[in-house]
């Protein structure tokens, strides 16, 4: 099964994304701003998202950020980031 992360701070936009990708039976886990979505990455190494969904202007690690680091990481960075 295809594994998504979907970081967003909207609840709302998160739902959406959420009940779309789940009714193409994706497997969908959630990250409500960059550092959670690194910190994700980190607790599951072994189980990586085959894609990540990431909004731009979230509090505190903002997308850009939470790109840079995820791409500047060998152990990420052939993870895909839609944004």
Known sequence: MVKILVVDDDRRDVEYIRSILEEKH???SVARNGH?????????????????????????????????????NVNY???????
Not at 59 to 64: E, K, L, N, V
Not at 77 to 83: A, E, R
């Open 26 to 28: 994706y497997n969908v």
């Open 36 to 72: 959670f979505a690194i910190k994700f990455l980190e607790k599951n190494a072994g189980n990586l998202p085959d894609l990540i969904i990431m909004d731009v202007l979230m509090p505190g690690m903002d997308g850009f950020q939470a790109a840079s680091y995820i791409k500047g």
């Open 77 to 83: 960075n052939h993870i895909p980031i839609v944004m």
